[in-house]
């Protein structure tokens, strides 16, 4: 296929790459500059001019607006516009519509995986859109990911999104309290997690990602809490969430109190540029 790409940068650059080694014909764009073996295009359109399938991986729903403008009117009819980024519900279907419009297809596909998955091609996508614009992009998430879930009508991938990483921020803050609780009620780490994770508090965040350094698994507590999924990123998916749930008049008081939590970590306490599991540490050293 003939692909444009806009936006490669940590996540983008890779899946540019492995569609170009699966024999894709790429054409990028980046302000930033264009990564090694990558053809280059001066603009944004161009790199969208004659392409069967655009792809977006940018950094918010603002700039995925910005782009989306210039290029849909240089893509071809019947071209798919193809968002990986993760964006705002609202701004995914505004985009949608705006492609539909002009005679083009749009998926919203956020992806789970990060850099690392995005490296080795085992993102996974979550995807919002009609079924023909699925099959069509379907050879591409077999290239950059290892699993594609249909989540249907435009704005679902991020839907799917948001709300898994709520529930994903909120188990790994009840994770850390209850480490940091039992370190005070002397009990051991290792049996906290031997019971735990084969009992009903277990979870994606204690069995496959444990916070706690040497315990469970290798994760990036091991690694002195370099990211993996940096605290930065949590935040704006649970302002994300927040952002959908007061569109919607949800109520997420869970989704809510993370929020406040990540935002009070990352932007008042040490967490920026650390992994999510930081709030270990974090509460290790708090009082209630
Ligand atoms: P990044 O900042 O490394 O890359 C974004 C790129 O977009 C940059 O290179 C930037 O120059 C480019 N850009 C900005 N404005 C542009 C414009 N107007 N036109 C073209 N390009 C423009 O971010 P990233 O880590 O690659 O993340 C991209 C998206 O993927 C984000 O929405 C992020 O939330 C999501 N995501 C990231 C991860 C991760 O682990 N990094 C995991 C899952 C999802």
């Known amino acids: 296929?003939?692909?444009g790409f806009i936006g490669l940068g940590n996540m983008g650059g890779p899946m540019a790459a492995n569609l170009i080694k699966a024999g894709h014909d790429v054409t990028g764009f980046d302000p930033a500059g264009t990564p090694d073996g990558i053809r280059a295009a001066p603009s944004a359109a161009e790199a969208a001019r004659g392409a069967d399938v655009v792809i977006t991986m940018l950094p918010n729903g603002a700039i995925l607006r910005s782009v989306a403008d210039q290029v849909i009117p240089a893509m071809q009819p019947g071209a798919v516009l193809l968002d990986c980024s993760t964006v705002d519900v609202e701004s995914a279907r505004a985009v949608a519509d705006q492609a539909q419009a002009a005679g083009l297809m749009a998926l919203d596909a956020p992806v789970s995986g990060g850099i690392g998955g995005a490296q080795a091609g085992t993102l996974t996508f979550m995807v919002g859109g009609s079924d023909e614009a699925f099959a069509k992009a379907a050879p591409l998430f077999d290239i950059m990911g290892q699993k594609a879930v249909h989540c249907g009508g435009s704005g679902n991938g991020q839907a799917a999104k948001i709300c898994n990483n709520m529930i994903l921020g909120a188990t790994m803050i009840a994770t850390c309290e209850a480490f940091a609780l039992a370190d005070k009620l002397g009990l051991d780490r290792q049996a906290m997690f031997d019971v735990v994770s084969t009992s009903s508090g277990y979870s994606w965040s204690m069995n496959a990602y444990c916070?706690?350094?040497?315990?469970?698994?290798?994760s990036p507590a091991d690694n002195d809490y370099k990211p993996g999924f940096a605290a930065d990123l949590m935040l704006k998916d649970l302002r994300l969430s927040?952002?959908?749930?007061?569109a919607v008049a949800a109520d997420t008081p869970m989704g809510q109190r993370a929020t406040e939590l990540y935002e009070q970590f990352v932007e008042?306490?040490?967490?920026?540029g650390?992994?999510?599991?930081?709030?270990?540490?974090?509460?290790e050293k708090r009082k209630r």
């Not at 650390?274 to 509460?283: E, G, K, T, V, W």
């Open 274 to 283: 650390r992994d999510f599991s930081a709030m270990l540490p974090r509460f």
């Open 268 to 272: 008042h306490e040490d967490g920026t």
């Open 211 to 218: 916070p706690a350094p040497g315990i469970g698994p290798q």
């Open 242 to 246: 927040q952002q959908a749930a007061e």
């Open 1 to 3: 296929m003939k692909i």
